[in-house]
Every structure is written in structure tokens, then in C-alpha cells.
């Protein structure tokens, strides 16, 4: 399975951004998907998971601001990120999980500067 991530870039603080994640395969045969982060220094970190029933889980530090959903039509996996926070910034990865097997993409780069 091989992740493509977009969407990544600069924008300023109380700006937007959205992620896209498109796998290889359908998005049906995934059990969670989700994004991930990992800010300098830091430790990657989860942003939000959906799963196939729909269970929704977020960050407590981004709820209330990212949206993740599923576009079965596109076949992807986004993340819509608004009232960016300088926080934020870091490489957000997409990752779907199957059968108790991850696969993981290749980062997208988000930074949330003045």
C-alpha cells in the first residue's frame, strides 16, 4: 500500500490548510485511518483517526478546529485544519491501518508563520 499526502504549505496563523491523503488501494479496506504529526524536536503524535464505522477520534489540541473525513468518491483521506496555530507547524503524515498492519506516507509539510 503506498500513501500520496498534499496539501501542505505556509500559511499564517488563524489561516487554513487541507491535507488529502490518497492510497494505493480503496479506502474501504483500511479499519482506521488517520493523520499524524511530528513538530522539530518532538515526537510523532496523533492528530485524528477515523475508522471504518465511522468513530471519529481528535487531538485534544486541534478539536474544535480539524475536520477529518473520507471522500469515497476521490478515494481520499483529508484533514481540514483551520485557525492554524503556530503550534501546528510540523510534518503531518498520513497513516491507514488493516489488519493490525500500519502504512505510513511520506510527509507533508505544514508551517503556520507571520
Known amino acids: 500500500v503506498q500513501l500520496q499526502a498534499s496539501g501542505g504549505g505556509s500559511v499564517q496563523p488563524g489561516g487554513s490548510l487541507r491535507l488529502s491523503c490518497a492510497p494505493s488501494?480503496?479506502?474501504?479496506?483500511?479499519?482506521?485511518m488517520g493523520w499524524y504529526r511530528q513538530a522539530p524536536g518532538k515526537q510523532r503524535e496523533l492528530v485524528a483517526t477515523?475508522?471504518?464505522?465511522?468513530?471519529?477520534n481528535y487531538a485534544y489540541s486541534v478539536r474544535g478546529r480539524f475536520t477529518i473525513s473520507r471522500d469515497y468518491a476521490k478515494n481520499t483521506i483529508d484533514l481540514q485544519m483551520n485557525s492554524l496555530k503556530s503550534e501546528d507547524t510540523a510534518i503531518y503524515y498520513c497513516?491507514?491501518?488493516?489488519?493490525?498492519?500500519?502504512?505510513w506516507g511520506q510527509g507533508t509539510l505544514v508551517t503556520v508563520s507571520s
Open positions: 477515523i475508522t471504518d464505522n465511522e468513530n471519529i
Open positions: 488501494t480503496g479506502i474501504f479496506w483500511f479499519n482506521v
Open positions: 497513516n491507514v491501518r488493516r489488519s493490525g498492519f500500519d502504512y
